[in-house]
């Protein structure tokens, strides 16, 4: 069966420190594969998603960027965090190809706090 | 291109009240429908489904039903209990044909408080 893994679960970091976020995925293979962000208190904003290794595409200007080095791996980063950036990061993925049925499966999330 | 529309939160309601919250969507084709949910601190949670026009999705008696002629999918539910506050993410993913990716598009989100 396919899971998706997501770290860290939460995490603190000072404004204009750099920012990590990993999220992998197994038992598929091709996936899109997703960034979202919640801020407190709002709906899911699209930040990047991916239709294959090096293909990123970014849905909204920001600080932050992504990376797919791997096909099931996806990373989101930042070389500068802003008070902004905080709020709740979900990865994502679902499965590839045309047709309908594709939902997206998501990991539990990371909580960013920029302080 | 494509789109969801949820109704605006917060939802309040007492146990055993009747739940509806709403979804309207713009999408070329027949998209397949989705509703997530998603509990305090934690991810998203598929919670229905539905893939053709008059399909109704069901789960833990929530229900949804694809409604093409006014492109809605409408979630209810007979008798909220206080388990259910959650938010509540209405979705589409393309149909075949439709071109480009199989993003999925998410809804902004409706907030339901069940109260003892």
């Known amino acids: 069966s396919q899971t998706i893994h997501q770290w860290p679960a939460t995490l603190v970091q000072p404004v204009g420190s750099p920012l990590s976020l990993e999220c992998t995925v197994e038992g598929t293979s091709n996936p899109n594969l997703y960034w979202y962000r919640q801020a407190a208190g709002r709906g899911l904003q699209l930040l990047f998603y991916s239709v294959g290794i090096g293909q990123i595409s970014s849905e909204v200007p920001q600080n932050l960027s992504a990376s797919r080095p791997q096909d099931r791996q996806f990373i989101l980063s930042s070389k500068k965090l802003l008070l902004s950036d905080s709020g709740f990061y979900l990865c994502a993925w679902s499965g590839t190809g045309f047709g309908g049925n594709t939902e997206a499966f998501f990991g539990q999330g990371t909580r960013l706090t920029v302080v | 291109g494509n789109s969801v529309t949820q109704m605006e939160g917060p939802v309040t309601l007492s146990e055993e009240a009747f739940l509806t919250i709403n979804c309207t969507y713009t999408a070329t084709g027949y998209p397949s429908l989705f509703w997530y949910v998603q509990y305090p601190g934690e991810g998203l949670q598929l919670l229905l489904k539905?893939?053709?026009a008059d399909d109704k999705g069901s789960n833990k008696g929530f229900e949804a039903t694809y409604r093409k002629e006014t492109t809605s999918f409408h979630l209810e539910k007979g008798s909220v209990q206080v388990s259910d506050s959650a938010v509540y993410f209405c979705?589409?993913?393309?149909?075949w044909g439709s071109g480009g990716y199989q993003k999925v598009t998410f809804g902004t989100g409706t907030k339901l408080q069940v109260i003892p």
């Open positions: 539905a893939t053709k």
């Open positions: 979705a589409l993913s393309p149909s």
